[in-house]
Structure formats: structure tokens, C-alpha cells
């Protein structure tokens, strides 16, 4: 986790989410690259609503000067080294083109473009489509311990595995590690044995509890995993992001959506 890159969004919780990418890279020794993205491309533009976001194109940039000269001021004060990036277009395809070189992405759970009003569609798509695993906070975040106990949520499908993988880095340096499994989820459609997840962290060297989490009933498959972890004291949970394309949307499964409408602990996605 050299590399981190954190979205630039100015929704009341960046200071958190700075703190937040402050301290992975401190535990990580790593970089931090910072983006922030303009809505759209107000140039190109020349019907009524074109004229619209023309006008608001000289607030967003003093907007984006005033969060730049701020991260500056607070960055002076840090021992990490960072720098600033700016795109024009949707979050998701800046964070998406700025991520190839990157080896974790860090966001909030609100949707820079809903004030918050639905899943973040910007994690969702960027967990499906990155290359690099997704850290998605919830509005109320500090810091980040990196000691504390993590929970992975595991079915034995390809994305958890994809997960499972790239958690290493985080699982490595938890003083505990509970890989769980849902009665309800995906009964009957493993891909690997329940046991095959904690077979490939002792190959890692990473012991791990395996946990397995009876039917959730009306709490769904989501509230099942997040109690779990919140009960352990758990301070990341881990699980695989389920999706598929339709034309230029993407189509979220139910635990993938449910996870990001309520996001309580930090959690790491990716498909």
C-alpha cells in the first residue's frame, strides 16, 4: 500500500478522511496522491444547461483553490509525502484513470453527485472496475488503526478471493483476523471449500478465526456481517463487490448495495 490515492470532496468529512489516509500511509510508508474532480467539462458545452454550469465553473474552481490551499496548509505540518491532482468529468472516471499505478483508493460513503441521497455509486463502480482494492469510510471516521481486528467476508466466490488477496497488506498487521461465512449466502454456489480462504492466509503466514454466522433473517446478509464485526471490535471488514454491466450503469448484487447504503465500519472492497 505505497501508493494511496483519496478523492478530494469537500461533503463536511474530508478532514476525517485526510486523517484517515494520513495514517495508512504513515503504517504503509507509502505516497499519498490527492484528486479532486470537477463535475463536468463546462467547455464543451452550449445548451441552456451548458450555460448553467458555465456559470457555476468559477465558484468550483475557487472552491477547488480554497481545498487545495487548506490540504497545503494542513500537509505542511506532515511527515508524508503527497501531491495534488485535479480532472474534469465524474468522480468515478477521474478516480478510475488516476488509479493505474495506485495500490488502494480511499472515498466516502456519500455520492459526491446526491448529497448522500443513495449508495455511493462512485465506490460501487470504482470496486467493480479498479484495478486496485477500494476503501470506503463512513462519515464518522478518526483514524485508522491498523492493529485492529478485521473480518472478511467469505463465500468462496472469485470476488471474495480477489478480496481476501487484496487485503493482505491490512490482514498482515491486524492482531486478529475472522473469516465469515453467511448460511444464507450463496448456499450451494462456493466456488472453493469453506475452509479454502483460511488455508491461503496460513500459507501467508496470517492465522485466522473462522466464523460461521447463522441465517440473518430480516437483517440480511449485510447486518449480519457488519454486527458480526462491530461485536469483535473489528476496525475493517473485507468483502468481494458483486456486479455486472448494463450499457453505461452499473447493477450492484443485494449485499454489495446494502454494504454501501449504511457504511458503519471501514470497509474494503473490490471485485
Known amino acids: 500500500m505505497r501508493s494511496i490515492l483519496l478523492h478530494a470532496h469537500d461533503d463536511g468529512s474530508f478532514d476525517r478522511r485526510l486523517d484517515v489516509a494520513l495514517d495508512l500511509a504513515r503504517a504503509f510508508d507509502g505516497h499519498l496522491t490527492i484528486l479532486h474532480t470537477f463535475p463536468y467539462s463546462v467547455g464543451t458545452m452550449t445548451d441552456l444547461q451548458g450555460a448553467a454550469f458555465a456559470a457555476m465553473a468559477p465558484i468550483w474552481k475557487e472552491q477547488a483553490e480554497e481545498m487545495r490551499a487548506k490540504v497545503a ?13 485535479e480532472a474534469i468529468g465524474p ?10 499505478l495506485m495500490d ?47 473480518l472478511v467476508a467469505w463465500d468462496g466466490s472469485a470476488e471474495a478471493s480477489h478480496a481476501l488477496r487484496a487485503a493482505l497488506p491490512f490482514l498482515a498487521r491486524a492482531e486478529g483476523v475472522f473469516l465469515a461465512s453467511v448460511a444464507e449466502e450463496r448456499a450451494g454456489d462456493s466456488e472453493l471449500p469453506p475452509l479454502g480462504g483460511a488455508d ?36 475493517l471488514v473485507v468483502m468481494g463487490a458483486y456486479g455486472r454491466t448494463r450499457l453505461a450503469e452499473r447493477i450492484f448484487g443485494g449485499v454489495t448495495r446494502a ?11 473490490t471485485h
Not at 491461503?200 to 454466522?213: F, K, N, P, S
Open 91 to 100: 468522480a468515478a472516471l477521474g478516480l478510475l484513470q488516476h488509479s493505474s
Open 259 to 269: 454494504m454501501l447504503d449504511k457504511v458503519r465500519l471501514p470497509l474494503l472492497m
Open 104 to 150: 488502494l483508493i480511499v472515498l466516502g460513503a456519500r455520492e459526491p453527485v446526491d448529497l448522500g441521497r443513495a449508495p455511493s455509486w462512485t465506490a460501487g463502480e470504482l470496486a467493480i472496475s479498479a484495478r486496485c482494492p477500494v476503501l470506503v469510510l463512513p462519515e464518522d471516521s478518526k483514524r485508522f488503526d491498523v492493529a485492529a481486528p478485521a
Open 73 to 85: 496548509a494542513d500537509m505542511a505540518n506532515e511527515d508524508v509525502p503527497w501531491d495534488w491532482h
Open 200 to 235: 491461503y492466509l496460513t500459507r501467508h503466514g496470517i492465522a485466522c478465526d473462522v466464523v460461521e454466522l447463522p441465517d440473518p433473517g430480516k437483517q440480511g446478509v449485510a447486518g449480519a456481517l457488519v454486527e458480526a464485526a462491530e461485536q469483535r471490535q473489528c476496525g
